[in-house]
């Protein structure tokens, strides 16, 4: 077993994470598909020396402008790895981030900001004249990354010395994330150094086998897994690509060039990679391992993914979770069982870390193969929900948390999941395996998503790859077998409801439907 990294009275510590893996590793390259936005000039090809340089500098400036330890600092600005650098610079200070994706509204955004203590904000020009105009009454104090009106430039503060590092309790709020909003307003999530070192742990431990290797990383700058997967690359040692755009004409060529070996992304974005496995320069022949992020992924997918490989033995890790628990399961796909995967296995408890568990109505253990509940118990549990503890307590029963979702355990305890309870349709058994099924038997879908419609009859919203109609002909030979659905609804992926990390709203197409069946 490695070593635990960045430990202190067992607590996971952002701030120093890059300075540690610096002083280890300092000329491993980071290689990025943009420059960063605090400081365009230093191109996209660094490393860790680089970086840690880049987080003291900002934590120096920081402090410089007034933020102090345990005040609260937003993070809101346009998508790039500076959210990443900014968040280890106010960790390294002792103060708290709160990030905020760049997709949210500006009316969430400042739902969000009013369940903050007037927290500081750091943005950019292109949020201040878009959706935050309206909330400088909201916070105490902004900065900005460029010269956005209105805020304090952090250039402004350039060559400011950086203070010596500052490190919270153990137990003390040290990291505010929120979670998807895939049934409305996000609710803000609060982590502290103890939950976050009990979901760093099992995560090395999983990532031992792939130590060294090049890891391509397309995942949410906001999302509390990006910081645990970084902490676990930068203690082996690993290079690594992040990229921002998902476009698969700017990720074929990075990946043709840097050859990764660990490749992890969100589900839907790996469905967008599946033509990476024909691309031209065979971009992902090197991968060794990929990592799917809390959501289950499509076989299809699966087997596409892992069949572009070269490597003798690939395999795809999925895990299940979410914001709130961190993965509480998790489950491995071979070439080989990928040919006979169920996408509703998802995989077992997490040994020594986090146990599973089914319950029926009235709150007692499900028989196995029996649907009901899926509550988790985890000691990388958030510490609760700033301004809604009313609701983070519903969601407990006793050291069990309540998952949302529905689904069985087998006999020797292996979790499938079914469905959200929100999503279930009574005409359906699972939504998600109708989805699975017809993925893998039309290959033009980008994604497909059943959901309610007016009176609960199941609705199929389809995306198709390119601009082509869906062929009817084609959807009745594969819906043949399937739960009787009304007529599929065709639209652009684009004008999909998502999340941060592309989780489709299926509330929110519902109320779409709604809507539109009235006018």
């Known amino acids: 077993m490695p070593q635990q990294p960045l430990l202190a009275d067992r607590g996971f510590y952002l701030g120093p994470m890059f300075r540690r893996a610096a002083d280890r590793h300092g000329a491993v390259f980071v290689t990025l598909d943009r420059p960063l936005d605090v400081n365009p000039s230093l191109g996209?090809?660094?490393?860790?020396?680089?970086?840690?340089?880049?987080?003291?500098?900002?934590?120096?400036?920081l402090w410089e402008a007034g933020v102090r330890p345990s005040e609260q600092v937003v993070v809101h600005k346009t998508d790039n790895v500076d959210i990443m650098l900014l968040t280890c610079a106010i960790s390294r200070i002792g103060a708290v981030p709160a990030l905020l994706s760049p997709g949210l509204s500006g009316p969430v955004v400042a739902q969000l900001l009013e369940r903050l203590q007037q927290p500081w904000l750091i943005t950019d020009r292109a949020k201040l004249e878009g959706p935050l105009k309206d909330v400088a009454g909201l916070v105490r104090h902004t900065l900005s990354v460029d010269d956005a009106p209105g805020a304090v430039p952090l250039e402004k503060f350039a060559g400011a010395e950086p203070p010596a590092p500052v490190r919270l309790h153990p137990r003390e709020p040290s990291l505010i994330t929120h979670s998807s909003g895939t049934t409305g307003v996000p609710k803000l999530a609060v982590h502290c150094p103890n939950t976050m070192w009990n979901r760093l742990v099992p995560q090395q431990a999983m990532g031992w086998p792939t130590r060294g290797e090049t890891a391509a990383l397309h995942m949410s700058f906001v999302h509390s897994r990006f910081y645990h997967l970084l902490g676990?690359?930068?203690?082996?040692?690993?290079?690594?690509?992040?990229?921002?755009?998902?476009?698969?004409?700017?990720?074929?060529?990075?990946?043709?060039?840097h050859r990764p070996g660990i490749v992890e992304t969100h589900p839907n974005t790996f469905v967008l990679w599946e033509e990476l496995a024909d691309a031209p320069g065979a971009p992902l022949s090197r991968v060794r391992a990929y990592g799917s992020t809390f959501d289950a992924i499509h076989p299809?997918?699966?087997?596409?993914?892992?069949?572009?490989?070269?490597?003798?033995?690939?395999?795809?890790?999925?895990?299940y979770g979410q914001s709130e628990t961190g993965p509480v399961a998790f489950q491995w796909f071979t070439r080989r069982s990928a040919a006979r995967a169920d996408g509703r296995r998802v995989g077992i408890g997490i040994p020594g870390f986090t146990r599973l568990r089914v319950t029926d109505p009235d709150g007692r253990r499900a028989l196995p193969g029996t649907t009901g509940r899926?509550?988790?118990?985890?000691?990388?549990?958030?510490?609760?929900?700033?301004?809604?503890?009313?609701?983070?307590?519903?969601?407990?029963?006793?050291?069990?948390?309540?998952?949302?979702?529905?689904?069985?355990q087998?006999?020797?305890?292996?979790?499938?999941?079914?469905?959200?309870?929100?999503?279930?349709?009574?005409?359906?058994?699972?939504?998600?395996?109708?989805?699975?099924?017809?993925?893998?038997?039309?290959?033009?879908?980008?994604e497909v998503v059943i959901v309610p419609g007016v009176d609960r009859e199941p609705v199929?919203?389809?995306?198709?790859?390119?601009?082509?109609?869906?062929?009817?002909?084609?959807?009745?030979?594969?819906t043949a077998g399937l739960p009787a659905m009304a007529e599929p609804r065709q639209w652009r992926f684009e004008e999909l409801p998502m999340t941060a990390t592309w989780k489709v709203k299926r509330v929110e197409i519902t109320r779409m439907l709604t809507e539109s069946a009235r006018t």
Do not use: K
């Open 300 to 319: 299809r997918t699966v087997r596409r993914l892992l069949g572009a490989s070269r490597r003798r033995t690939p395999w795809l890790i999925q895990l």
């Open 460 to 478: 199929p919203v389809v995306c198709v790859r390119g601009e082509r109609p869906l062929d009817p002909e084609r959807w009745r030979e594969a």
């Open 374 to 408: 899926i509550e988790a118990r985890t000691r990388g549990r958030i510490v609760t929900y700033l301004g809604a503890r009313e609701q983070y307590e519903r969601q407990l029963d006793g050291e069990w948390w309540q998952m949302g979702d529905m689904g069985y």
């Open 44 to 61: 996209v090809d660094l490393t860790y020396r680089v970086l840690a340089d880049v987080v003291e500098e900002l934590s120096g400036r």
């Open 232 to 257: 676990v690359l930068l203690h082996f040692g690993s290079p690594m690509v992040l990229i921002t755009d998902p476009d698969p004409a700017n990720v074929g060529p990075l990946l043709t060039r």
């Open 410 to 446: 087998s006999r020797l305890g292996t979790l499938h999941l079914i469905d959200r309870e929100i999503d279930q349709i009574d005409a359906v058994h699972s939504n998600l395996e109708v989805e699975d099924t017809l993925m893998s038997r039309l290959e033009e879908l980008r």
